[in-house]
């Protein structure tokens, strides 16, 4: 089956560095989007780029469909950007494959 | 860009009784929806697709009598879990596309059931 692969699993930052979150997809895409999970569960829309980079504040994401990668980048980090972060991959009318999901912790 | 609402946010329901969730899309029409469970510390798992007006289309090893959905109208699923076990408590979360073409999915906030 698809499989959609997160990278690295854990990442432990203090505020203010950088950060680069992979996700690898075995399969084409016409979805790939990404996700903050809030501590309540919700999933809150990040991007929504199954090609080329878009850019929201500290944060943006590229994707090359290609290679079937993609990658979050988020800088000047904040503690408020702790949480998990999930790429997910959908190829179609079909639902979203999701990754395992990047636990990130910012520490003050 | 489109919101759905998804209740109830929290249930805790006895071994045995049945629990309905609701997952609506508060301002547009979507024609098909998808349901997702997802377990402590884990990913989400797609459970379902449901299509309105038909028969949901069930993941392997997504017991469809356990687990029914109902998609009666353009902006409302549902998905009751039947004769609840403590091993189904879990986050159930849904989502939708806003149209047909478009593949972007929005989410409820989910819903997480405790059977005792």
């Known amino acids: 089956g698809i499989q959609v692969e997160q990278s690295p699993p854990d990442l432990i930052l203090q505020e203010g560095a950088n950060s680069t979150l992979r996700c690898n997809f075995s399969d084409s895409v016409n979805n790939l989007q990404w996700f903050h999970q809030n501590p309540w569960g919700q999933l809150i829309n990040l991007f929504y780029i199954p090609s080329g980079t878009k850019q929201n504040g500290r944060l943006s994401a590229t994707t090359v469909a290609t290679e079937r990668y993609s990658l979050l980048y988020i800088s000047s980090s904040q503690t408020t950007d702790s949480g998990v972060y999930f790429c997910g991959r959908g190829g179609g009318a079909d639902g979203l494959t999701f990754g395992k999901g990047t636990h990130l912790i910012i520490q003050p | 860009g489109a919101v759905v609402s998804q209740h109830p946010s929290r249930v805790i329901c006895k071994s045995g009784t049945s629990v309905k969730i609701e997952c609506r899309s508060l301002d547009f029409q979507a024609t098909t929806m998808f349901w997702y469970r997802q377990f402590p510390k884990q990913s989400l798992m797609l459970m379902a697709t449901s299509n309105e007006g038909s028969k949901a289309t069930y993941e392997q090893g997504v017991e469809k009598d356990k687990f029914l959905i109902n998609h009666a109208s353009l902006t409302l699923s549902t998905l009751t879990v039947t004769s609840a076990h403590p091993e189904d408590s879990s986050f159930y979360i849904c989502?939708?596309?806003?149209?047909?073409?478009?593949?972007?999915?929005?989410f409820g906030q989910g819903t997480r059931l405790t059977v005792v």
């Open positions: 989502s939708a596309r806003d149209r047909d073409g478009n593949t972007e999915a929005f």
